[in-house]
């Protein structure tokens, strides 16, 4: 069985003012209501 990738604990989103806690497997600097604010950011998946 493979391991899960987890991020840090206690990460928060750094957007101004955010107080967020991201989530370990949340492996972004941004919670997810502001990381669609950064479209360049932003990673979508294609599936094929």
Do not use: A, D, T, W
Not at 18 to 39: D, G, M, R
């Amino acid at each position: 069985m493979q391991k899960v990738k987890v991020s840090h604990k206690g990460r928060k989103c750094k957007f101004l003012h955010c107080k967020h806690v991201l989530s370990i497997y949340n492996h972004e600097e941004y919670c997810h209501i502001h990381l669609s604010q950064f479209p360049h950011v932003y990673k979508f998946k294609i599936s094929k």
